[in-house]
């Protein structure tokens, strides 16, 4: 069964880097979604991204949050400046269009901010 | 806006008992779509159902079942014979359109006993 692939697992940085999560979603999907889940929480949305541009976003998807499609398969989120707060799983999600079943998640990037 | 209510935030059963998994929804549009989806303690996320609006029909899957009540805006899930294997948390979704972004409860973490 296709799959949602996620890198990496787990991502320890120190308050001020820069982090890059990666997503491979499934080849035919053409809707892409991060979503985050702070220890404990519920899972919220973050951005939705769609023929190569952001279709929605979150009041958390702030400046500091940006994503990218950079070569047709990849769809990366980037932090700029991790804070303690940003300590989270990141999941990435896809659909395809008119999809029936829903959305696919990726296994998630436990990220770890020190 | 959206809103996906869990008012369980845990369950203790022993194993073999059923438990049923409240989640009570609010939305102002007419056509949206509820989701369960299961977070085992590894982290990733399950899907379990889909269900659309217009479809109030309950469903079973063997030993899960779900309660649509759009007259109480409500979408129950039900574990049957409950096994160690069902514990985990399991979170409530809505999304107002197919491609639209899910807004998730709270989650309702169950713990089967042995």
């Known amino acids: 069964e296709p799959e949602v692939t996620q890198t990496p697992s787990h991502q320890v940085t120190q308050m001020g880097q820069e982090v890059i999560l990666r997503c491979v979603p499934i080849s035919n999907h053409l809707y892409f979604y991060w979503y985050r889940q702070i220890l404990g929480q519920k899972v919220e949305f973050l951005v939705s991204?769609?023929?190569?541009?952001?279709?929605?976003k979150s009041e958390i998807f702030d400046d500091q949050f940006s994503v990218e499609r950079p070569d047709g398969s990849n769809f990366t989120l980037k932090i700029r400046s991790t804070k303690l707060e940003d300590s989270a799983m990141y999941f990435c999600?896809?659909?395809?269009?008119?999809?029936?079943?829903?959305?696919?998640f990726g296994s998630g990037t436990r990220l770890t901010v020190v | 806006a959206q809103k996906v209510t869990q008012a369980q935030t845990e369950i203790s059963v022993v194993e073999k008992e059923d438990v049923t998994l409240d989640c009570v929804y609010e939305?102002?549009?007419?056509?949206?779509?509820l989701f369960w989806y299961k977070q085992p303690p590894s982290g990733e996320l399950v899907f379990l159902i889909r269900r659309n609006s217009f479809d109030e029909q309950n469903e079973i899957s063997g030993r899960y079942s779900w309660n649509f009540q759009k007259s109480t805006s409500s979408f129950n899930f039900t574990i049957t014979a409950s096994q160690v294997v069902d514990s985990a948390v399991y979170f409530c979704?809505?999304?107002?359109?197919?491609?639209?972004?899910?807004?998730f409860g709270g989650g309702t973490r169950v713990l089967v006993k042995p």
């Open positions: 999600a896809s659909r395809e269009q008119g999809a029936v079943y829903g959305y696919t």
């Open positions: 979704a809505l999304s107002i359109t197919a491609g639209n972004k899910l807004t």
């Open positions: 939305t102002r549009d007419t056509t949206y779509y």
């Open positions: 991204f769609y023929n190569n541009e952001i279709s929605e």
